[in-house]
């Protein structure tokens, strides 16, 4: 059982509010990501960070933002929630290494209304 | 995709057979790695396979890796009704970040 936690599960929200998604893992793992799954399923790198301090964007460019403030915890913030922000928001995290897994939380389906 | 295919899209096969699911992928990798996705769950790392590799084998999942051909396939034999989800390659690159496929979703029917 990986341990990696996202909350909320789910969330139905008005355009316009400010929301934060929660990530937290206590494996210790340097490397966080965020992913964003559209209804098609592919999975895109929105966020990720290596370390306290370190964060980038991903490939797919994303209106949310980061921080790294502590190991453990990776939250994504939509400062201004839109319709086209509907989507499943999957966070990761891995070991230092190369040859190393992603653990997954189990996502926040978020939708905005 | 940031870094390519995988196919078929969908797969549906009876109980006990095998199922094939192919990924294509467009740039040099360090590893190339499988995960399975239950309906609405976070992924769930399945099976690595280094770049210097050709085949290797987990329980019922057999991954072979061909990087001159930048492909991979990955092969569930006997498949259960307990297989159905999707399933998805992943990549790491030089920079070392996680690049996922697009999936295929496998059902399998009692």
């Known amino acids: 059982e990986a341990d990696i936690y996202q909350t909320p599960r789910y969330l139905v929200i008005g355009t316009g509010k400010k929301i934060t998604l929660e990530c937290s893992q206590t494996?210790?793992?340097?490397?966080m990501y965020w992913y964003q799954q559209d209804p098609g399923m592919e999975l895109h790198l929105i966020h990720y960070s290596y370390g306290v301090n370190s964060t980038e964007k991903g490939d797919l460019s994303s209106e949310s933002t980061v921080s790294r403030i502590r190991t453990e915890h990776f939250p994504l913030t939509l400062e201004s929630a839109r319709p086209s922000h509907t989507s499943q928001y999957l966070c990761a995290s891995s070991d230092g290494g190369t040859d190393t897994e992603a653990f997954f939380g189990q996502g926040t389906r978020l939708t905005v209304v | 995709s940031q870094q390519g295919e995988e196919d078929p899209q969908a797969l549906s096969i009876q109980e006990g057979e095998n199922a094939t699911m192919n990924c294509s992928y467009k740039?040099?990798?360090?590893?190339l790695q499988w995960y399975r996705q239950n309906s609405g769950r976070g992924l769930v790392h399945l099976i690595l396979i280094r770049s210097n590799e050709r085949e290797k084998h987990s329980g019922r999942l057999r991954v072979t890796l061909d990087t001159s051909k930048k492909s991979s396939s990955l092969l569930i034999t006997a498949s259960r009704a307990a297989d159905t989800a999707s399933y998805f390659c992943?990549?790491?690159?030089?920079?070392?970040?996680?690049?996922f496929g697009t999936g295929t979703r496998l059902t399998v029917i009692p």
């Open positions: 992943a990549t790491r690159t030089g920079a070392n970040n996680l690049f």
């Open positions: 740039t040099s990798i360090n590893n």
């Open positions: 494996m210790g793992h340097d490397k």
